[in-house]
């Protein structure tokens, strides 16, 4: 019986609920890093015409998009196995931002897989519209989403919080396809993405610097402390010093840096967060865990098959790593 | 009830726009029928897929690259269309039935964070591989990451039903107070994870994935060899599906015969409402059943029916041998779920099942003289059955998920308590209409693209475009096989 393997009363370790916090955000994060980068090939896919340069964009996330998207669905179903209070909440009060995310996530699901279907202009622009607009909402919104999680009602943060992942999504798409391009086309990428790196990092410091003078979802101490002053800092030296790879073609190490960028806003995220979970309804991590049963059983099953996950990821981006082939990938 | 269908109707319009409840239920019922289609899509063609590939790969056959070829871009596009009408289904539990994520999460998110963590990324990984990777890797490798992007689906579908099953029969849990609200606490996970419902929902949903499937590529291979006679890889995807559907379909029903017992023995109000049976009792079987009058088609009550019965033979049925068994009627519960939906639905399921028998060995009897591709009759029969897997497929869930209300975990929590309590009806409906219009496109382009991509194969065939009649004569470009 399982019961006697587990403990049934008390966690694996006492620090488990934390470290399943850390877990979720760390799907969070894989996503916006991964994802991200898709969103940014869409948005960067709508100011280049040239059908060439479409086509190695294209080819550039197809193989690698969909397993993108399932972190999405990790994170959402590993909020409601650890914390079902918080994905019940967040998901009910935020009702038309989270199905308008998903919406947005059909759309850009779709427009790609169904461009190559058939060869017609006009199919060609719709198939376009509707992958380049999934490209700009569904970031947009989820970053509106974590804004409401991190700050309740309050416009302003709320609205700069998606605006900043929309940024740093189309930062990262630049260095992603500035890496697999071949070089003239990468050198106007890298224009884009040290455009959007700027707007990130001012983007980043206006909505905090608003959030301190307006006390947003309660937050200004948070805000004002030593760990967030540390990742902002650390944030900046990176985004700038990703600039400067980029300025001198060193595409590869820019891309490395751009990476980075999502990773420590979610880690702002955690920092914000912590103690409590939800903020808007004050529960704190402790308090909205699941009990310890169905917590160990889920980490002594869970776990392994994370790191199985993350060995397929490494074993997917081995297989399709290099620069775009004239012909796009196979078939 | 005066007119009740147009009038019902016209209700039902308003309570949509009403409630949050019956909008949201709308919505889930209507977001689940067209993934469980894609979903299914992906199941039955797992096998096909890995087949395919594998012969490919082993034989260098012409045949096989091209029904490889063919039926990885059904596979891909019904992928995508699953997983975008997925991503939405498993956000709706938080946003429409946020009370259900809440009391049942401690038992949910465990087997759905499986779902994403062990079967859609495997399948979404290798895809990947499969799809863009023949010059990338070794035929070993890909001729596995076919297999694992089967076993993703197929595991997909194991820990989905984990959950199903346990809203159904569930078990392994105590109810506890958490954060001031009656939740649901695992208490024994074996007993939740492995319900009694468990393995009878996995087995009847898996098989009916592959019938339809079956259906399916019988009913395209038949339109293709109907049209172009001399093509070996279409004769023999033919002669494949119909061999599995011989298989397939009889295990259905004895399966299924065997499934409504253990329902009549743990879920008896949807056992009575299967047979719309009311009064406790002695229960006849209706073997066929017709509307007097349309007030049967929303209320059917044997009084109301023309059928065709076995006295007491429903007894016998629901308890395994005894005709006198007594059998639960509707009468003895407070609340009942919609019985005519559950009624009729079952019907139409057992009602196709039975054809797809019949089908399945008018099929076997043409492979067993040699003349499969010969009979017009069959082939025309085949093109005609493609879609109705889904059809018996989706009223079959209709009967296991409408026929449990007003429950959502059966006996513990009902469906209007599981809705959230901040929905507005005008968010609701907002959203609902939003879906209906979203994935009326997405059922739409996903039969366009069958379309283009069998009219893009008739035309590698040599078939041209306007010629309506069988075309027969020397196959292009390919030498060899095909």
């Known amino acids: 019986m399982t019961d006697q393997l587990l403990p049934v009363d008390a966690y694996l370790v006492e620090s488990l609920p934390e470290i399943w916090f850390g877990a979720v955000l760390f799907a969070l994060g894989m996503y916006v890093v991964l994802d991200g980068f898709d969103f940014g090939i869409g948005m960067l896919y709508a100011i280049r015409t040239d059908e060439r340069e479409r086509e190695a964009f294209l080819a550039a996330f197809g193989p690698i998009w969909d397993a993108n998207e399932v972190w999405i669905v990790a994170f959402g179903t590993m909020l409601l196995a650890a914390f079902p209070r918080v994905y019940s909440r967040l998901l009910a009060d935020n009702y038309l931002l989270a199905l308008g995310f998903v919406v947005a996530l059909v759309f850009r699901g779709l ?64 260095a992603f396809l500035a890496a697999k391009t071949e070089p003239g086309l990468a050198a106007e990428l ?9 707007a990130y990092l001012g983007g ?29 800092a650390l944030s900046v030296a990176v985004g700038l010093g990703g600039s400067v790879l980029a300025r001198r073609g060193r595409y590869r190490a820019w891309l490395v840096s751009a990476l980075a960028l999502p990773t420590l806003l979610t880690i702002l995220v955690a920092i914000l967060l912590y103690p409590t979970i939800y903020p808007p309804t004050g529960l704190l991590v402790r308090e909205a865990v699941v009990s310890p049963l169905a917590l160990n059983l889920v980490t002594v099953l869970g776990f392994p098959v994370l790191l199985l996950v993350l060995w397929y990821f490494k074993f997917l981006y081995g297989v399709f790593s290099g620069p775009i082939e004239s012909e796009g990938y196979g078939e | 009830m005066g007119p009740p269908l147009l009038l019902s109707a016209v209700d039902l319009g308003w309570a949509a726009l009403l409630s949050p409840e019956i909008a949201s239920r709308m919505q889930f019922g209507w977001t689940i029928s067209v993934h469980i289609i894609f979903a299914s899509l992906s199941i039955g063609l797992a096998p096909f897929i890995v087949y395919f590939t594998w012969r490919d790969v082993r034989t260098n056959e012409q045949r096989y690259a091209r029904l490889r070829s063919f039926w990885v871009k059904v596979f891909a596009a019904g992928f995508v269309m699953g997983t975008v009408t997925g991503i ?12 259900f994520a809440e009391v049942a999460g401690e038992l949910i998110g465990g087997p759905l964070a499986f779902e994403a963590k062990m079967a859609f990324f495997l399948e979404a990984v290798f895809l990947g591989v499969l799809l863009y990777g023949r010059d990338r890797v070794g035929d070993r490798t890909y001729v596995l990451s076919s ?89 023999s995807a033919l002669r494949l599906a119909v061999v599995l559907l011989l298989v397939s379909a009889p295990f259905q029903a004895v399966h299924g015969d065997a499934y409504g017992r253990h329902v009549e023995d743990t879920q008896p109000q949807k056992f009575a409402a299967m047979e719309a049976h009311y009064e406790t009792g002695q229960a006849d079987l209706h073997l066929l059943a017709f509307p007097k009058s349309t007030d049967a088609l929303t209320d059917p009550r044997a009084e109301n029916l023309f059928t065709v019965s076995l006295p007491a033979v429903g007894s016998y049925l629901a308890s395994g041998g005894d005709f006198g068994a007594e059998v639960v009627g509707l009468n003895e519960y407070e609340e009942n779920p919609p019985v005519a939906l559950v009624f009729w639905s079952f019907r139409f399921m057992v009602g196709l ?14 492979v067993y003289r040699g003349r499969l591709s010969d009979s017009t009759r069959y082939l025309k029969a085949m093109i005609a059955a493609s879609p109705l897997g889904y059809a018996a497929l989706l009223t079959g869930w209709y009967v296991t998920e409408i026929g449990r209300q007003p429950w959502v975990i059966q006996g513990e929590l009902k469906t209007s308590e599981a809705v959230s309590s901040t929905l507005t009806g005008a968010e609701a409906t907002l959203t609902l209409g939003g879906f209906v219009v979203v994935y009326v496109g997405l059922v739409l382009t996903a039969l366009y693209i069958l379309k283009w ?30």
Do not use: C
């Open chain 1, 111 to 174: 427009g790609p897989e169904l461009r190559e279907q058939r060869d017609d202009e006009r199919w060609k622009r719709y198939t376009d519209y509707a992958f380049i607009g999934g490209s700009v909402f569904a970031p947009l919104l989820l970053g509106m989403l974590a804004g409401r999680w991190l700050f309740g009602g309050a416009t302003l943060p709320v609205a700069l919080t998606g605006v900043g992942l929309v940024a740093v999504s189309i930062l990262t798409g630049a």
């Open chain 1, 190 to 198: 890298r224009t884009y993405g040290i455009g959007a790196t700027l």
């Open chain 1, 204 to 232: 980043v410091v206006v909505l905090l610097g608003t959030v301190v003078l307006t006390d947003a979802g309660g937050a200004a101490d948070a805000v004002l402390s030593l760990p967030v002053a540390a990742v902002v």
């Open chain 2, 88 to 99: 939405p289904m498993s956000f709706q539990f938080g946003t429409n039935f946020p009370q």
């Open chain 2, 147 to 235: 297999v694992l992007v089967g076993l993703g689906a197929w595991l997909s579908g194991f820990w989905i039903l984990i959950v199903n099953a346990w809203m159904q029969t569930p078990r392994g849990y105590e109810m506890v107070t958490r954060n001031g609200m009656e939740v649901a606490k695992l208490t024994d996970p074996v007993a939740a994870f492995l319900t009694p419902r468990m393995p009878w929902m996995y087995l009847h949903m898996m098989n009916a994935s592959v019938i339809s499937v079956a259906l399916l590529v019988a009913g395209v291979s038949a339109y293709i060899v109907w049209k172009r006679p001399e093509t070996d890889a279409w004769n």
């Open chain 2, 353 to 366: 099942g039975f054809l797809f028998i019949g089908l399945a060995l008018w099929g076997g009897y043409l």
């Open chain 2, 453 to 482: 991509l069998v009219r893009e194969e008739l035309r590698s065939l040599g078939v041209r475009e306007s010629n309506e009649s069988r075309w027969h004569g020397p196959i292009p470009w390919v030498s060899g096989d095909d």
